[in-house]
């Protein structure tokens, strides 16, 4: 089993992560909770109250987490890959795939890593959504003092099964969309290669950044359900489940609801994904 992909998909993840971060955070804030009018408003409250500190909330565990989660998305997608077409990444360039089997392979990386995502997504959401400043008063102190501290309560207050809160719906969220995030990926680099070669860096980049966007557009309306979910049980049960989350956001909040987030996640999407092809792109070429 080419255990390169596993690596590059790592370190890849990790350089995208932090850059995206600061958009990830607002994002969150925007799709939970209602005090925020809009995108700026939600900034500029964040940056006075807790400082630029503010937007890095939350960002420890997905740091450590995205080896795991990375190199599982990359490494089943490539060795999925290798078990339908028989080619081995060296060998796409000269017999690529079709999109069938891309699609199939992208969808069962999503899946797999969408279990190892959950709870560090839990953790980071949960993170995320404390607005306490750091420096504060004993009386307004944040109900988590960090991921650990988070993770613990979690199990202790929720069980081992509060730590995989909205689970499904970050399934549901993942696995059709990693589908759609290789077949663009792999769509825009043919389109603008000659037939044979590698792509160049500006392709790898314009169609990381594009694979981004598309994957993150057509998640969005379960990125909201997923996130509710996730915060669902902090102070007590508000849905029956990821079917009643939906119908009562809608009720609620008309149709617009499932797309909250949906700018953040473009915007954050380009850059985010740009670093991380052309990381893992880059990593492949220098190991070969
Ligand atoms: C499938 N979905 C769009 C939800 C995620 C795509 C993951 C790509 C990258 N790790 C990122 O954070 O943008």
Redesign the pocket.
């Known amino acids: 089993m080419p255990v390169e992909e596993f690596v590059a998909g790592w370190i890849s993840?990790a350089v995208?992560?932090v850059l995206?971060h600061p958009f990830d955070t607002v994002k969150v804030r925007l799709q939970t909770q209602s005090t925020y009018q809009g995108i700026v408003d939600c900034v500029v409250k964040t940056y006075r109250h807790e400082s630029v500190l503010g937007f890095f909330k939350g960002m420890s565990f997905p740091i450590a987490s995205v080896a795991l989660v990375?190199s599982v998305l990359f490494g089943v997608y490539s060795n999925t890959l290798l078990a339908l077409t028989a080619t081995s990444h060296q060998e796409r360039r000269a017999q690529p795939p079709s999109y069938t089997n891309i699609f199939i392979a992208g969808c069962t990386g999503?899946l797999l890593q969408a279990y190892c995502l959950a709870p560090f997504d839990l953790i980071k959401v949960r993170l995320q959504n404390q607005t306490e400043p750091r420096m504060q008063i004993a009386s307004s102190m944040p109900r988590y003092r960090g991921p650990v501290h988070c993770a613990s309560s979690i199990l202790r207050e929720e069980g081992p099964q509060g730590l995989f809160r909205g689970s499904w719906a970050l399934v549901l969220?993942?696995t059709p969309?990693?589908g759609i995030?290789f077949v663009t990926y792999e769509g825009l680099c043919r389109q603008y290669t000659p037939e044979g070669q590698n792509p160049s860096s500006a392709t790898v980049l314009v169609a990381g950044g594009f694979a981004?966007i598309a994957?993150?557009i057509t998640?969005t309306p379960f990125?909201v359900i997923k996130s509710r979910m996730q915060m669902d049980g902090l102070k007590g049960r508000k849905y029956g489940g990821m079917l009643d989350c939906m119908a009562s956001s809608f009720r609620q909040e008309g149709i617009g609801v499932f797309f909250k987030g949906m700018t953040l996640n473009s915007a954050?999407?380009f850059p985010?994904?740009a670093a991380?092809f052309l990381s893992y792109e880059y990593l492949l070429r220098l190991w070969r």
């Open positions: 993840g995208g992560l995206g990375n999503g969220r993942d969309t990693l995030y981004g994957s993150w998640a990125d954050r999407a985010v994904n991380t």
